[in-house]
Every structure is written in C-alpha cells, then in structure tokens.
C-alpha cells in the first residue's frame, strides 16, 4: 500500500458503525467474522487485528 492510500475518509452510520475499505481489509488480512481491537489515544483510534482461539 503506498504512501497516498494509507489515508481515507469514511462516513459513521447513524447506528455508529464504519466500513473498513476493502484495501485496508486486504492489506492486514482481516476477514469477515474475525475480530479487531480498539484502541483510544488522545485524538486518535488506533484498530488492530487480533486472533481469539
């Protein structure tokens, strides 16, 4: 992925939800059913893939 696509905007439902765009998925391997982490600092929310077994 390169410097320009690391960055993208995306609209929040009114039920608070987000899409996470297809390149991100695809670039960090997340599939529909997994899971992610949340993670909130300062001004930012930082989302990282995580495994459950």
Same mark, same amino acid.
């Given at each position: #992925?390169? &410097?320009?696509? =690391?960055?993208?905007?995306?609209?929040?439902?009114?039920?608070?939800?987000?899409?996470?765009?297809?390149?991100?998925?695809?670039? #960090?391997?997340?599939?529909?059913?997994?899971?992610?982490?949340? &993670?909130?600092? =300062?001004?930012?929310? &930082?989302?990282?893939?995580?495994?459950?077994?």
């Amino acid at each position: #992925m390169s &410097i320009q696509e =690391n960055e993208v905007l995306v609209k929040i439902t009114s039920a608070g939800t987000i899409s996470i765009p297809k390149q991100f998925r695809k670039y #960090m391997d997340i599939q529909k059913g997994e899971y992610v982490k949340l &993670i909130l600092g =300062n001004d930012r929310l &930082i989302i990282r893939k995580i495994t459950i077994s």
